[in-house]
């Protein structure tokens, strides 16, 4: 390729899209038929093989905040959460119903990939497995498909349409709001299922909404905040384990942001130095799509519209955070350990472990998600799910055993069914300091807070 059309590529890549404009970048000088991301590596092969490094392709990474991660990389493909459990025995496939309906396709539509597990050792199958235009293309839409020799690939939905096909990967721009949230807004099984404070409104929503994203307002971009270097992101989860940029975490406190006094009101500021800035300014959360606050899988339930299973779901909106210390640190439950049981019986799938008395420590705002899981009754080990199977058909020691033996090797486990929670960073839906809290919504006889549980007598308003 022409130096002067690689460089031309690197800048549109490179170039700012904020503040709500419309993208002013094309690729339609660069090539003349898209044939796959092979075509994106002609020019950006270096790109491709820093992101081939990143967490949003290896699914896990170092894992600095894990205080018992004993120096191991740590991500969706090693551990377990709540939801959908885990990708080991969930990665890829049309799961069909009774009706023959694609009702589940695999961890992997979620995957900045099409359709081959991540390696770590990288190779060109590796590199041209990435997916570019899940994040880089808007209007780019994709489906699972079988594979002639075999297995599934996923694949743009106009890959027999040459000319719509150019059209769309000649779209290219950095990533805004609605590219991310084709995957992270759906996380979970349904829109907001997951998350809890990253919804579909987030796209085009009002100040009311979310302060920093209104389309009318700062109208930023989930990259105006979580963009790194070389397809590294900043920022993580308290309950997410590995980290793209650990040497430069994201905090409302820094200069960049709103800094350490950021009020004019010198009890505010004092009260910044121990509190997050979460628990004033998110009132609530969920607030346009209902959330999962609790799954319970040992109750499978027929749901009628799509005819398909699904574990007892609790969903809420509107839902008042609950508020505990955090200073960067949380404890994992990791696959094949006993489990730790805490002092209220259940198990921690993701927990904070800072206390009052950790000076760095801050009260943060968290979505608490109680689950049912199952456990070894032998060894006290979690156990994932095949769940894809099991939307198809309602089965659910099928779907225990199965992922014991993909997972663990065991065949015919004997196992029970345990109480599990995780806590869950709350950072988005950000409102307005007019809709902040006000003091007697802590402090008052009815206030939000537990105080006994975050290590005081009572309201340290009363200094006892």
């Known amino acids: 390729m022409n130096p002067v059309l690689r460089l031309g590529a690197f800048i549109v890549l490179a170039g700012p899209s904020w503040a709500g404009e419309t993208p002013r970048y094309s690729h339609a000088e660069y090539f003349d038929d898209y044939e796959g991301t092979k075509t994106c590596l002609e020019c950006h092969e270096k790109e491709a093989k820093s992101f081939f490094h990143s967490q949003h392709y290896q699914w896990q990474g170092d894992a600095p905040g894990i205080v018992n991660a004993n120096g191991e990389k740590l991500g969706k493909m090693n551990t377990m959460n709540d939801f959908c459990t885990s990708p080991l025995a969930n990665w890829i ?3 069909l119903n009774s009706d023959g309906q694609v009702v589940a396709q695999g961890c992997s539509k979620c995957h900045a990939g099409l359709g081959l597990k991540p390696e770590p050792v990288m190779s060109r199958e590796q590199l041209e497995n990435i997916d570019c235009l899940i994040c880089h293309a808007p209007g780019y839409r994709r489906d699972l498909y079988e594979k002639d020799g075999g297995g599934w690939e996923w694949k743009p939905i106009l890959w027999k349409n040459r000319e719509g096909m150019n059209s769309v990967a000649k779209r290219v721009s950095l990533p805004q709001r609605v590219m991310c949230l084709r995957c992270h807004a759906d996380a979970g099984g349904g829109p907001n299922y ?5 919804e579909h409104a987030l796209a085009d929503c009002d100040s009311s909404f979310d302060v920093h994203m209104a389309a009318s307002g700062n109208d930023m971009q989930c990259t105006t905040c979580h963009a790194g ?3 590294r992101v900043r920022g993580r989860g308290a309950d997410l384990s590995g980290t793209d940029y650990p040497a430069k975490p994201l905090s409302c406190s820094t200069s960049e942001c709103h800094g350490e006094t950021p009020h004019a009101i010198s009890i505010l500021d004092r009260h910044a130095e121990r509190v997050s800035c979460t628990v004033c300014h ?3 959360f969920a607030k346009a799509d209902a959330t999962d606050m609790v799954r319970d899988w040992s109750r499978p339930i027929h749901i009628a519209e799509g005819n398909k299973f699904a574990a007892t779901i609790e969903k809420r909106t509107n839902v008042t955070p ?3 210390w955090y200073d960067g640190r949380t404890r994992l439950q990791k696959m094949g350990e006993p489990v730790r049981v805490r002092e209220d019986g259940t198990v921690g799938i993701m927990t904070p472990v ?3 008395e950790d000076p760095g420590a801050k009260i943060h705002a968290f979505k608490l998600h109680r689950a049912v899981l199952p456990m070894l009754e032998d060894r006290q080990w979690i156990i994932p799910l095949a769940v894809e199977e099991f939307f198809t058909d309602g089965n659910i020691d099928r779907a225990v055993r199965s992922a ?3 997972v663990y090797g065991i065949e015919d486990p004997a196992y029970m069914w345990i109480k599990a929670v995780r806590y869950m960073g709350i950072y988005h839906e950000v409102q307005p300091a007019s809709q902040a809290l006000e003091c007697l919504d802590c ?5 939000r807070m537990d105080w006994k549980a975050l290590g005081y007598r009572g309201d340290p308003r009363d200094r006892r």
């Open 354 to 356: 800072a206390t009052r």
């Open 93 to 95: 496939g049309n799961s």
């Open 194 to 198: 997951k998350r809890g404070d990253i």
């Open 443 to 447: 402090h008052g006889p009815r206030g």
């Open 404 to 406: 014991a033996k993909e």
């Open 322 to 324: 609950v508020y505990a």
């Open 282 to 284: 998110i009132r609530e």
């Open 229 to 231: 270097a070389d397809h």
